[in-house]
């Protein structure tokens, strides 16, 4: 199915004209850059908030009690946290996450029991509808495994020729490069499109891996170290493989990975950069412009980017409290935290709360469980212990600081920040495994809405720009001049 189109420029020659054609700053008009351009720019898009209530516009998608403003059906993934009474309030409620109807924590337990891996059993069940048997499962693994391979000279043309800062951006490329390696790219026969479904599932890792390498040689001035897969490892195994000089993981770290992988596979369809899949693949485009898509949107930090975030604030938190085990001084810190006042100064503390659980986060309840064990074989106990102190503290602190009680569990970023900063994760890599993990559950929610969506989606924004007389341009001010 893939293909390469003949022999392509050295990269010599790619970096000059990479170069001729740069956007620069410095050649745009003064007006077009100047601070004073800027801030007429925002007065002229800004909409006050009033009008939002006004017209009755749901911000964020999202109803005045919190709830996500309901846009579809989908048999793939469901998320609990909270049930509504009578009167609309929110009544707080113990976490679940279902797959296909199935608790993922189920579903967890007995890869455990099993002493199995579970991500591709997971990706096969939301892609597929239903639990596999263990002879389609194994057709399932050879299938990915054959797919483990880049196309011939693809991760030197496009990923090692032209490396990027970010992982995501090179991802969202190199899904978008695909489409050229594809005989058939624009067919969305549902054959086709669970084909290439398959495919990217099974060369993800390698691409993450290599456009890390490639940041890493090129930015970092690191040496490069190139691994190929090996098509009988689980996606887990391959992913640390390929990131680590050696190609070393113990087995712990590699079924610690592949629990991260599960249970951020799929959550119920209304996070943003699955919508953003159903959204792009209602307008009938192409596989590869749908998942790129899904890439972009999950880049956003405020999406994508929480347990970087996790990480972060831990590290922040370690130099300005050098004694974990203070708990005075954890506290004072963390109190700084919440008046904005220390960290990045939002007044978050990442890790806690979440928009649907309210009670708590079956996810991180699952991953806290490995991450001790991983803490305990790391060396790493004092780095777990603070963030189950985090986990504990912060809602009695965040009460005693805003005068109110609120519902606030730890979410997943909080143990998945951890896990991988013991696995030794680079945290430029923390995204791209999220979206490794959730590319199942993108898949699916594109197949489901080929099949049952069937109409393009197109959102209504009201007008709230006052009409206005036409002006000959010999009679306009030079606004922007001034």
Same mark, same amino acid.
């Given at each position: 199915?893939?293909?390469?189109?003949?022999?392509?420029?050295?990269?010599?020659?790619?970096?000059?004209?990479?170069?001729?054609?740069?956007?620069?700053?410095?050649?745009?008009?003064?007006?077009?850059?100047?601070?004073?351009s800027?801030?007429?720019?925002k007065?002229?898009?800004?909409?006050?908030?009033h009008?939002?209530?006004?017209?009755?516009?749901?911000?964020?998608?999202?109803?005045?009690?919190?709830?996500?403003?309901?846009?579809?059906?989908?048999?793939?993934?469901?998320?609990c946290?909270?049930?509504?009474?009578?009167?609309g309030?929110?009544?707080?409620?113990?976490?679940?996450?279902?797959y296909r109807g199935?608790?993922?924590?189920?579903?967890?337990?007995n890869?455990?029991?099993?002493?199995?891996?579970?991500?591709?059993?997971?990706?096969?069940?939301?892609?597929?509808g239903?639990?596999?048997?263990?002879?389609?499962l194994?057709?399932?693994n050879e299938?990915?495994?054959?797919?483990?391979?880049?196309?011939s000279?693809?991760?030197?043309?496009?990923?090692?020729?032209?490396p990027?800062?970010?992982?995501?951006?090179?991802?969202?490329?190199?899904?978008?490069?695909?489409?050229?390696y594809d005989d058939?790219?624009?067919?969305?026969?549902?054959?086709?499109?669970l084909?290439?479904?398959?495919?990217?599932?099974?060369?993800?890792p390698?691409?993450?891996?290599?456009?890390?390498?490639?940041?890493?040689?090129?930015?970092d001035?690191?040496?490069?170290?190139l691994?190929?897969?090996?098509?009988?490892?689980?996606?887990?195994?391959?992913?640390?493989?390929?990131?680590r000089?050696?190609?070393?993981?113990s087995?712990?770290?590699?079924?610690?990975?592949d629990?991260?992988?599960?249970?951020?596979a799929e959550?119920?369809?209304?996070?943003?950069?699955?919508?953003?899949?159903?959204?792009?693949s209602?307008?009938?485009?192409?596989?590869?412009?749908?998942?790129?898509?899904?890439?972009g949107?999950?880049?956003?930090?405020?999406?994508?980017?929480?347990?970087? *975030?996790v990480i #972060?604030?831990?590290?922040d938190?370690?130099?300005?409290?050098?004694? +974990?085990?203070?708990?005075? /001084? $954890?506290?004072d810190?963390?109190?700084?935290l919440?008046?904005?006042?220390?960290?990045?100064?939002?007044?978050l503390?990442?890790g806690?709360?979440?928009?649907?659980?309210?009670?708590?986060?079956?996810?991180a309840?699952?991953?806290?469980?490995?991450?001790?064990?991983?803490?305990?074989?790391?060396?790493m106990?004092?780095?777990?212990?603070?963030?189950?102190y985090?986990?504990?503290?912060?809602?009695?602190?965040?009460?005693?600081v805003?005068?109110?009680?609120?519902?606030?569990?730890?979410?997943?970023?909080l143990?998945s920040g951890?896990?991988?900063?013991?696995l030794?994760?680079?945290?430029?890599?923390?995204?791209?495994l999220? *979206?490794?993990? #959730?590319?199942?559950?993108?898949?699916a929610?594109?197949?489901?809405? +080929?099949?049952?969506?069937? /109409? $393009?989606?197109?959102?209504?924004?009201?007008?709230?720009?006052?009409?206005?007389?036409?002006?000959?341009?010999a009679?306009?001010?030079?606004?922007?001049?001034?």
């Open positions: 199915m893939f293909k390469h189109f003949g022999k392509q420029k050295d990269s010599g020659a790619r970096k000059s004209k990479r170069d001729t054609h740069r956007f620069r700053t410095k050649d745009l008009p003064p007006t077009l850059t100047s601070e004073h800027a801030e007429l720019l007065e002229r898009n800004l909409i006050d908030s009008l939002y209530i006004q017209n009755d516009v749901k911000r964020g998608l999202r109803n005045a009690n919190g709830t996500g403003v309901v846009v579809g059906l989908t048999h793939i993934g469901e998320v946290g909270y049930n509504i009474d009578q009167g309030r929110k009544i707080p409620i113990e976490g679940k996450l279902y199935y608790d993922i924590e189920d579903l967890v337990h890869c455990f029991e099993e002493d199995r891996f579970g991500f591709e059993e997971a990706s096969y069940l939301l892609i597929m239903e639990l596999p048997s263990r002879a389609e194994d057709a399932f299938i990915l495994g054959s797919h483990r391979d880049l196309p000279t693809f991760a030197r043309d496009m990923i090692l020729t032209a990027s800062r970010n992982i995501m951006n090179k991802l969202a490329r190199s899904v978008l490069a695909l489409y050229s058939n790219p624009d067919d969305i026969s549902i054959p086709n499109v084909h290439q479904s398959f495919r990217l599932m099974g060369c993800f390698a691409i993450i891996a290599y456009a890390y390498q490639a940041k890493h040689t090129y930015y001035k690191e040496s490069l170290h691994h190929n897969p090996i098509p009988e490892l689980s996606t887990s195994e391959n992913i640390l493989r390929m990131l000089p050696m190609g070393e993981y087995e712990l770290e590699a079924r610690l990975l629990l991260c992988m599960i249970i951020h959550h119920g369809g209304g996070n943003n950069s699955s919508f953003t899949t159903q959204l792009v209602s307008t009938g485009t192409d596989t590869y412009s749908a998942i790129a898509a899904a890439v949107s999950l880049k956003g930090p405020k999406h994508g980017g929480a347990n970087i *975030a #972060r604030m831990m590290n938190i370690k130099a300005h409290v050098p004694d +974990l085990g203070n708990s005075s /001084k $954890l506290d810190y963390l109190v700084k919440l008046r904005k006042e220390a960290g990045d100064r939002t007044g503390i990442y806690m709360g979440h928009a649907i659980y309210t009670l708590s986060d079956p996810r309840k699952l991953l806290k469980n490995m991450a001790r064990k991983l803490a305990e074989d790391k060396d106990v004092d780095d777990f212990l603070l963030c189950d985090v986990e504990r503290r912060v809602p009695e602190l965040y009460a005693q805003h005068g109110k009680e609120v519902n606030m569990p730890a979410n997943v970023d143990y951890f896990v991988y900063h013991a030794d994760i680079p945290s430029d890599v923390a995204t791209p999220f *979206a490794t993990a #959730r590319l199942s559950g993108w898949c929610h594109r197949l489901e809405e +080929l099949i049952a969506g069937g /109409k $393009l989606m197109r959102p209504a924004y009201n007008s709230v720009q006052p009409h206005q007389e036409y002006i000959p341009i009679e306009r001010e030079d606004i922007f001049l001034k």
